[in-house]
């Protein structure tokens, strides 16, 4: 800037620059005290407010006293801000940031794929959003299987680096060493037996489980094993509905259910898919419900926008920021001078 525009033209009607832009020697200071004394606003890369939420946090006591009482449990996936923000906002009681991520947020063929830090990262995001929800985060494959050792340490990486409230471990009775060393540590555990996805490969992939009675004895011997390991609740996954029902009847800890029937304590579902938030012709499990459309309201919206800006209507005057025609006119003055 020359020194005769900074003469002619206030520095009220400049654009305001960082001060760390500037060059020594020029009015930094002029530049501070503008900076300082203009409107604070939040620009388009600012966070979403979280915090606007008038509901008590919910607690292994809120749980219990829910499940006491017969009050359903209302769980539902999350693997990034957006989604807990609004599933927190919708008045979810738990939020689980699932391994299912793999697939619907990082692309991924299947879950055995994603990692512990990849986990720890999503857990992160998605306890910035849900401040009221209680949050359960996955162990994913491979972090917990070797040893209850390897699973505290699993754990405690997941609720110190991720911020997640509980930890989901896939496994019935075999899982009871590790089950117990984690809760024996103070960190709760929802477990997760009938199809264990993590296993799709050892059950011959992903079928219905507890068809047989001998399935559905192994299932109820299972669900008590966690039950007596601590795990504070337990998802039951593609079991028959009446199975679960009696499974439910015989433990004193809440079930959580995902195609097993109206039956259990609770429910879950993956929120991309109850929220239709994938293309057509995508496959969903048969107990899935489509409650939305997500996925063609982005769409149509995302075409528009094209449309617009092709066509030169975006962005409208009143999308644009206005300038003093006796500055610009000056502005102009001098750049066309040079």
């Keep these: 800037m020359s020194r005769a525009l900074s003469k002619t033209i206030p520095f009220s009607s400049l654009p305001l620059i960082p001060a760390a832009c500037v060059s020594p020697g020029r009015p930094t200071a002029s530049i501070r005290q503008a900076w300082d004394g203009a409107p604070k606003r939040h620009s388009s890369h600012s966070p979403l407010s979280s915090s606007q939420t ?55 063929d299947d879950t055995s794929e994603v990692l512990l830090e990849e986990m720890i990262l999503h857990c992160r995001s998605v306890a910035r959003g849900a401040k009221a929800a209680f949050i359960v985060g996955d162990l994913p494959m491979g972090s917990y299987e070797i040893s209850p050792e390897q699973a505290l340490g699993s754990a405690i990486k997941m609720v110190k680096e991720g911020r997640v409230h ?45 068809k047989s009675t001998s399935g559905a004895l192994r299932l109820l011997a299972d ?74 309201e982005a769409k149509r919206a995302i075409e528009q926008y094209r449309v617009e800006v092709k066509d030169g209507s975006y962005p409208a005057p009143e999308h644009t920021y206005p300038m003093p025609k006796e500055a610009y006119t000056e502005f102009e003055r001098v750049v066309e001078g040079q």
């Design 223 to 296: 669900a008590v094993a966690v039950q007596e390991a601590g795990a504070f609740a337990v998802v039951l996954e593609a079991v028959p509905a009446e199975v679960a029902t009696l499974v439910t009847k015989k433990l004193r800890i809440p079930t959580i259910g995902i195609g097993a029937g109206n039956g259990c304590s609770g429910q879950v579902l993956v929120q991309v898919d109850m929220s239709g938030n994938f293309p057509p012709g995508r496959f969903l499990p048969k107990f899935v419900k489509k409650y939305g459309d997500v996925w063609s």
């Design 166 to 210: 509980a930890i989901k471990l896939e496994g019935g009775a075999e899982m009871v060493p590790a089950i117990s060393k984690i809760t024996t540590a103070g960190i709760p555990v929802l477990a997760h037996i009938g199809l264990t996805p993590q296993r799709q490969n050892a059950l011959g992939g992903f079928r219905v489980q507890g």
């Design 54 to 108: 008038t509901r008590k946090k919910v607690t292994i006591p809120t749980l219990q006293a829910m499940h006491k009482r017969n009050d359903p449990i209302t769980m539902i996936t999350a693997h990034d801000f957006p989604s807990a923000h609004v599933a927190d906002q919708a008045g979810m009681d738990m939020v689980l940031v699932g391994d299912s991520l793999a697939m619907v947020a990082l692309g991924m």
